[in-house]
């Protein structure tokens, strides 16, 4: 049975992870100190036979026993709110936190995948962003912890595999949405929907003509799944290219919740990228990977989730964790 390591493991896309590798009949070890995440992510899953959870920050070193055939590195907060509540635990998770990975995939002789992002492009001056863009980043904006820290990721993966010949993959993930996000993480979907159950008006901010382009969870996790088991070395963009302005977004939730909520506007966070959209010809002809799920039909699905929760969990509007976070630096 193959072994992976995923932290991240009790996030949105980790806990996503987890399931998918033990349908594929994985042994899985999930690592998570849950900054951002929640043990109700892993809750599904922990007593599974062929899991087993490690509480860990992997910016101090990571122990594991035994062999490891694969690494999934997708630890790291990532909504704009949380990487500016708690920004140093961000640079120290993609860049001391991957290091720890590298070496430790080095002395286990394992395949290592770390989820890279598209704010490496920054705000881009290219449009649609291809994987060979150098983008276009503020490196001491309230936005560059998170895409210096992805930047160094990316720089020091490729050492590895330059050269101590590290099999090592490089993800670059688009906004990617569905069940299990965190409610109150700040980012547009969750933020949105948990705005039209709570009755509450959409804050839309800017003027709203700034674009997204949304990719469901399930054709993400595909993506990863394809690009771990191929031979390629190099980042790849995986995303969903159908684009919509942000206002256009608000008024689709506005519709599939049925409710009288108007659109409100608030000032724009400094940095926020005015565009982007994935180029993903490299991911369609080398992985022969495409989305296959449409915004409504992902909606549908992700909008029932979060109707799906408490009260209590709906009316919860800030991480109960940070402050103890931030007294551990
Ligand atoms: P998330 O916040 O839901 O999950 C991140 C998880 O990492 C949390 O469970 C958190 O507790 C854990 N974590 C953070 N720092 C840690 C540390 N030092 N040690 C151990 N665990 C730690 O976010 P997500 O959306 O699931 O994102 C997962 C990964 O994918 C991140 O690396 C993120 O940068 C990347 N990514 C996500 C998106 C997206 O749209 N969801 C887009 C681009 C990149
Ligand atoms: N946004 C918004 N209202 C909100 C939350 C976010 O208009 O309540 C905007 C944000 O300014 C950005 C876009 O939605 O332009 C996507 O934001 P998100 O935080 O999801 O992630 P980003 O793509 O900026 O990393």
């Not at 087993?52 to 070193?61: L, R």
């Not at 120290?92 to 002789?109: D, F, I, Q, W, Y």
């Not at 290592?112 to 980043?137: C, K, M, R």
């Not at 595999?161 to 590290?166: G, I, P, Q, S």
Request: hydrophobic content about 35%; glycine content about 6%.
């Amino acid at each position: 049975m193959k072994r992976v390591l995923i932290t991240g493991a009790a996030g949105f896309l980790g806990s996503h992870l987890c399931e998918r590798f033990l349908n594929e009949n994985f042994f899985v070890i999930g690592m998570d100190n849950f900054i951002t995440g929640s043990p109700k992510n892993i809750d599904l899953f922990k007593t599974h036979n062929n899991f087993q959870f490690i509480e860990h920050d992997v910016s101090k070193y990571v122990q594991i026993d035994g062999d490891l055939d694969f690494i999934l590195h997708f630890a790291s907060p990532a909504s704009p709110i949380d990487y500016l509540k708690i920004p140093i635990q961000t640079l120290k998770v993609g860049s001391l936190g991957t290091h720890n990975l590298l070496g430790l995939a080095k002395a286990k002789k394992a395949t290592i995948l770390v989820a890279s992002t598209s704010e490496v492009y920054g705000d881009p001056l290219v449009h649609p962003q291809n994987e060979s863009y150098f983008g276009n980043v503020n490196p001491i904006g309230p936005r560059g912890v998170y895409d210096e820290a992805k930047r160094f990721q990316e720089a020091i993966t490729m050492a590895y595999h330059r050269f101590h010949n590290l099999d090592s993959k490089i993800i670059r993930i688009f906004n990617t949405y569905g069940p299990r996000m965190r409610l109150n993480d700040g980012r547009v979907l969750p933020a949105f929907i948990g705005q039209s159950l709570r009755n509450e008006d959409l804050t839309v901010f800017g003027d709203g003509s700034q674009t997204r382009s949304f990719c469901y969870v399930d054709d993400l996790i595909e993506g990863i799944y394809r690009l771990l088991h191929s031979d390629y070395n190099y980042p790849v963009n995986i995303g969903n290219p159908n684009e919509i302005t942000i206002k256009d977004f608000a008024n689709e939730i506005l519709k599939l919740s049925g409710s009288s909520q108007k659109v409100i506007f608030k000032d724009l966070p400094e940095n926020d990228p005015l565009k982007r959209k994935p180029d993903i010809d490299l991911a369609r002809k080398i992985l022969d990977w495409k989305p296959k799920i449409q915004r409504n039909e992902g909606l549908k699905l992700t909008y029932d989730y979060f109707c799906s929760l408490s009260v209590e969990e709906l009316n919860k509007k800030d991480h109960q964790n940070f402050e103890s976070y931030n007294n551990y630096l």
